[in-house]
């Protein structure tokens, strides 16, 4: 089993839809966990933390299952923009180990 | 602006040739990262470095080199022992925490090709 597994995609939504892509990781003593966004043939670019209590910034809603050992991102109000690719990321070892999914692509179309 | 510039944007090398990576940060972060991308895979950690002078090996290390002489300063030699250079590579960096919550921050990454 992976240590971090993502749905590859691709979703295909139309704009104004409501998206959530899931991450799975395997090690229960994983302490922190980001969303990472990476347009194509681009770098990653940290999209969001994810709390415990889940949090969210404008359209973009994170969520952590611990129970469960997933996390979640839902995106609402889908935009054209947010076309790309997701990234999961998971740290545990204080930090010194990181581990990227291997992502979700999503396309929005008009 | 503070931030990690790598450099060449686009690297072509030979049969047996070494070549080097430039990864340089102004962001006065401690830890310095190294990672590869091939295409539809996750990245995959090369090296990183927690401060000046030491350095660790990452998950696929073979092939590669590294040196931190500086803070600022992290680069990557692929050597000619690494047969399958062709890969998208990415230099990181972050605030040193052993609370493991601040995450990295990324260059804008070299494309590397055997000619």
């Known amino acids: 089993r992976k240590e971090v597994e993502q749905d590859p995609g691709p979703f295909n939504v139309p704009e104004g839809a409501t998206v959530a892509f899931n991450c799975t990781y395997s090690n229960s003593a994983s302490q922190s966990f980001f969303w990472y966004r990476q347009d194509c043939r681009k770098e990653p670019k940290l999209l969001m933390s994810?709390?415990?209590s889940g949090n969210e910034d404008g359209r973009f809603t994170a969520q952590l299952n611990r129970a469960s050992q997933y996390i979640s991102l839902l995106i609402r109000d889908s935009k054209l923009s947010d076309s790309a690719t997701y990234l999961c990321?998971?740290?545990?070892?204080?930090?010194?180990?990181?581990?990227f999914g291997a992502g979700t692509r999503l396309f929005v179309k008009a | 602006d503070g931030g990690i510039t790598q450099s060449p944007k686009y690297l072509f090398r030979k049969e047996g040739q070494n070549v080097t990576l430039s990864c340089e940060q102004n962001?006065?972060?401690?830890?310095m990262y190294w990672y590869r991308q091939d295409p539809g895979q996750g990245l995959r950690l090369i090296y990183y470095?927690?401060?000046?002078?030491?350095?660790q090996k990452g998950d696929i290390a073979e092939g590669y080199s590294v040196s931190r002489e500086k803070k600022e300063s992290f680069p990557l030699t692929v050597t000619s022992a690494q047969k399958n250079p062709t890969a998208f590579y990415l230099c990181a960096s972050s605030i040193r925490d052993r609370g493991g919550n601040q995450p990295q921050h990324f260059g804008d990454g070299t494309r590397l090709s055997i000619l």
């Open positions: 994810v709390y415990s």
């Open positions: 470095s927690q401060i000046v002078n030491d350095f």
């Open positions: 990321v998971v740290k545990w070892d204080g930090g010194f180990k990181t581990i």
């Open positions: 962001l006065n972060h401690d830890a």
